[in-house]
């Protein structure tokens, strides 16, 4: 092993302080980041609720269109019917 003097070991001290500081700067950061990206994955789960939901009111509008449709459909056949 080499020989270490005390400037060495007070650099090699220094250089561990910064990067404990800077680590310890970084945790916020780091945990913010956390909670971003599990507000994405939330935010995606709404916008795919939001999406099934709107899908589904999609639907039940054009049954109702159909519904509608037959009913106009059937009366006109019955008017037919009774003109005939």
């Given at each position: 092993?080499?020989?270490?003097?005390?400037?060495?070991?007070?650099?090699?001290?220094?250089e561990?302080?910064?990067?404990?500081?800077?680590?310890?700067?970084?945790?916020?950061?780091?945990?913010?980041?956390g909670?971003?990206?599990?507000?994405?994955?939330?935010?995606?789960?709404?916008?795919?609720?939001?999406?099934?939901?709107?899908?589904?009111?999609?639907?039940?509008?054009?049954?109702v269109?159909?519904?509608?449709?037959?009913?106009?459909?059937?009366?006109?056949?019955?008017?037919?019917?009774?003109?005939?």
């Amino acid at each position: 092993m080499l020989p270490v003097d005390g400037r060495q070991l007070e650099n090699v001290k220094g250089e561990l302080l910064k990067l404990k500081k800077k680590e310890a700067a970084d945790c916020p950061t780091m945990a913010q980041r956390g909670q971003d990206r599990r507000a994405e994955g939330t935010e995606e789960q709404r916008n795919s609720r939001l999406s099934a939901m709107v899908q589904h009111a999609r639907e039940r509008r054009l049954n109702v269109i159909e519904g509608q449709n037959q009913h106009q459909i059937q009366t006109f056949h019955a008017a037919i019917t009774v003109l005939n």
